[in-house]
């Protein structure tokens, strides 16, 4: 199936979704969350299989009987073999199946065409994982929810105020699609366990394990996750300024030097609103995992000066690259 087929199914996916889709989620004023039992089970094979073929390891630790293990080796292999190399943020294919499988009951009605073959081999092994897996699975993804669902509905508000004044740019209107798996993402270049986005329309999922023993930390990769609609790499109020003054200043353009600036903004956003909730957060996921050494302490003096109103973006942006010259 052509690019150009599969959004046009994407669209006719999610349109009839809109119309037909009976899923209970929790609500806030700005986030619909979801723990959904296929897209956990989705995750976890292209995990394993990713981590089989990448690393020669596994995220298993269970005990599983013969048939079990023979039947569970099969949805790994059907991963490893066909869906191993698309990515699961990026992929069009794998767009389209999370908006479709997302506003799925565990018992499926009707499956389109093009994900029939993929919805076997999760169907062949559902038996095992909902045996096995997803008991241990359910209870982390509803667990981190039901610890942070008082703390988004008690910030959610002035982080939006705040974040959207800092990038000049409206929150969306509707509210915006949380879903929380058990394990999430990585790459070959980065092999955390991490959340991600996709955008347009932004759909975010979260991960229910990771550095969860950090109080805050899942609040902060929420706010950084569905923040990312507002900073784009050359459009919009940040982007366009960064790359207005690296192409007034001639320079190269930094790396992710956009991406940066949001990890800055709701990285100190957050900690502000959990100190403020008295949670004590000392660094931000930015310093505590080394993000962006270089970049930081020009971050922390400018963007920090222009959080404060001291000066402007452009200013800001331009003192930040001089000092990366």
Not at 51 to 60: A, G, H, K, L
Not at 116 to 133: D, G, I, N, P, T
Not at 151 to 168: A, G, Y
Not at 260 to 270: A, K, M, R
Request: net charge neutral.
């Amino acid at each position: 199936m052509n690019k150009k087929t599969l959004l046009c199914s994407l669209l006719s996916i999610f349109l009839s979704i809109c119309i037909h889709a009976q899923i209970k989620r929790d609500t806030t004023k700005y986030y619909s969350f979801n723990v959904n039992y296929w897209f956990n089970l989705h995750h976890y094979l292209w995990l394993e299989s990713f981590m089989q073929v990448n690393e020669d390891s596994t995220i298993i630790d269970q005990k599983l009987s013969k048939s079990e293990k023979v039947k569970l080796d099969k949805a790994i292999s059907y991963y490893s073999e066909n869906l191993i190399e698309e990515d699961l943020r990026t992929s069009d294919y794998m767009t389209a199946f999370k908006f479709w499988i997302t506003n799925q009951n565990k018992v499926l009605n009707e499956i389109p065409d093009q994900f029939r073959e993929h919805m076997k081999a999760l169907q062949e092994v559902s038996s095992v994982y909902e045996k096995v897996f997803w008991p241990i699975h359910e209870k982390a993804c509803k667990s981190v929810l039901n610890e942070y669902l008082p703390l988004i509905i008690e910030t959610e508000e002035t982080f939006v105020q705040d974040i959207t004044k800092l990038t000049r740019q409206f929150w969306q209107e509707e509210k915006l699609p949380v879903d929380i798996t058990y394990v999430a993402k990585v790459t070959k270049w980065n092999l955390r366990n991490r959340p991600y986005t996709s955008l347009f329309p932004t759909y975010v999922v979260m991960n229910a394990i990771g550095e969860n023993d950090v109080k805050g930390n899942w609040l902060e990769l929420l706010y950084h996750e569905s923040a990312h609609h507002l900073i784009l790499s050359s459009n919009y109020f940040v982007g366009g300024t960064i790359n207005d003054v690296v192409e007034t200043m001639d320079i190269k353009m930094p790396r992710q030097l956009g991406h940066s600036y949001l990890f800055y903004f709701t990285g100190q956003l957050t900690k502000q609103l959990l100190e403020k909730s008295g949670i004590v957060y000392d660094e931000t996921y930015m310093v505590r995992n080394g993000l962006y050494k270089r970049y930081y302490p020009l971050l922390d003096k400018h963007l920090k000066a222009y959080m404060r109103r001291e000066t402007t973006l452009v200013e800001a942006t331009e003192n930040i690259i001089e000092g990366l010259k």
